[in-house]
């Protein structure tokens, strides 16, 4: 299996906190890369306001896509956390991420159920079915 996407060490913990912190809210965000090297994670507000579901205001997405275009970037992908269950794309996330689920965009899941061992996967949806993928954690 190829790698999806790398990241630092660094980025992912990003993540891991936001879905920490957001507990027992679902978090979100948004990647940046740039040549399949992640740039930036970009933490969203989950309009859903939610432990079961989440989604990011379009306003607030432009605004993110804005910037990472500024930055030279490309949206690469996005994440959220589940509180409750394991770190797989549920039947609502699918319907409700689309096409942003599928390749090119990565999917990462933070699963923070059990809060001192999160556990990150990351997932494209093909033909309605999620396919896990591969991610590197570089050094730095």
């Known amino acids: 299996m190829a790698i999806a996407i790398r990241l630092t060490r660094a980025q992912l913990d990003q993540m891991i906190a936001h879905a920490l912190e ?6 979100c965000g948004l990647i940046a890369a740039r040549d399949g ?5 970009r933490r969203a507000r989950n309009a859903e306001n939610s432990p079961y579901r989440f989604s990011i205001d379009p306003l607030e997405t432009r605004r993110h896509e804005e910037a990472i275009d500024a930055a030279g970037a490309e949206l690469a992908g996005f994440y ?16 409700m991420m ?8 990565v999917h ?6 059990d809060r001192a061992n999160p556990e990150v996967r990351a997932w494209y949806i093909q033909d309605g079915q999620p396919v896990e993928q591969e991610f590197e954690i570089l050094p730095g």
């Open 22 to 27: 957001d507990a027992p809210i679902e978090a």
């Open 37 to 41: 090297v992640v740039t930036e994670i």
């Open 80 to 95: 959220h956390s589940h509180t409750g269950s394991p770190p797989i794309p549920s039947p609502t996330d699918i319907r």
């Open 98 to 105: 689309g096409p942003f689920f599928g390749p090119p965009f």
């Open 108 to 113: 990462f899941v933070i699963g923070v159920a």
